[in-house]
């Protein structure tokens, strides 16, 4: 089965920063999806149009990204007119390419969806100078967003993506059981007081995160073991212990490597006695388990 993929038309001097930012953020909230961004698919001395032509023909929709500097203004001169370009030809390539993929792979569509986006620019076609050949675009639904309100206004424009194309979102947010009210009690430990416990040789190895939310902590630790049956072995040790606890870590398992992140939830995603004491209970594990052949 094959990924939805999306080729993101853009014009480099006008959304190129935007162009890399969409994808970011389609990758990061829809399922099963791939994004193509010219810059980051073409190796250096590639023939650049056989392998355009091959990410289009890979893409099941093409977001025209439509920014202020997208085609000439209506309003130029004749003589400063884009006559044939790369942006004209991908969007003409893109409506008029069949899909190549087979009929288990191409989500229902019958053709490639286009999809108009203007950023950061007035969302109406009539400003600019379009090829005949693109004057098709201006009966099409259109959707927008700029720099200003993108934090808030990302989400719900990806939504009404989903929604247009049957796609699934990612979950938004981890699933927690209701709140301790102990913990919920415990008080936190201040930046100096945590950066003086951790600084014992039984936590080596463990520093403090906050994941990109200035208002949390996390203590955080990258296990490394000679092989998985070891990895495997220090996360039942810990998983044990942690039903016994009643306290969860965040972690992560690939072949011999576990990175643990543990906050005290309850708290405000803050880190507490808890954690601590699970953080020593870890490295006691994982040199039990380096000890076994």
């Known amino acids: 089965m094959q990924p939805f ?4 038309s853009y014009r480099r001097q006008d959304t190129a920063p935007i ?3 969409l994808k970011h953020e389609i990758e990061k909230r829809l399922q099963f999806v791939r994004v193509s961004v010219d810059v980051e698919e073409m190796r250096i001395g590639a023939p650049f149009p056989d392998r355009l032509h ?4 890979e893409a099941h929709a093409t977001i025209a990204l439509i920014g202020k500097h997208w085609m000439p203004k209506s309003s130029a001169e004749p003589g400063n007119r884009i006559g044939d370009d790369w942006v004209t030809h991908e969007l003409e390539y893109s409506a008029t390419a069949p899909l190549k993929h087979t009929e288990a792979d191409n989500y229902g569509l019958s053709q490639r969806t286009i999809l108009p986006l203007f950023a950061d620019c007035e969302p109406h076609f009539d400003q600019f100078s379009l090829p005949e050949s693109l004057a098709h675009l201006r009966f099409m639904h259109s959707e927008r967003i700029d720099y200003a ?3 808030n206004a990302i989400g719900p424009l990806l939504d009404r993506i989903a929604v247009r194309l049957a796609l699934r979102k990612r979950p938004e947010k981890d699933e927690y059981p209701m709140a301790d009210l102990a913990k919920a009690r415990t008080q936190p430990l201040g930046d100096k007081e945590l950066a ?3 600084a014992y040789d039984d936590y080596e190895g463990w520093y403090v995160d906050n994941f990109g939310d200035a208002e949390a902590r996390y203590l955080v630790k990258l296990f490394e073991f000679r092989h ?3 990895a495997a072995d220090f996360m039942s040790m810990a998983a044990s212990h942690c039903r016994i606890l009643e306290h969860h ?9 576990v990175t643990v992140a543990l906050t005290t939830w309850d708290a ?3 880190i507490t006695i808890y954690d601590l004491n699970l953080a020593l209970y870890m490295n006691m594990a994982a040199k039990a388990v380096e000890r076994r052949q």
Do not use: C, G, M, Y
Request: glycine letters at 0%; hydrophobic letters at 45%.
């Open 228 to 230: 998985f049956n070891q």
């Open 249 to 257: 870590p965040e972690w992560r398992n690939v072949f011999n490597h």
């Open 5 to 8: 993929t999306f080729f993101v």
């Open 149 to 151: 309100s993108w934090p």
């Open 268 to 270: 405000r995603r803050k």
């Open 54 to 57: 091959q990410l289009i023909d």
């Open 196 to 198: 003086a416990t951790l």
């Open 19 to 21: 162009a890399l930012l």
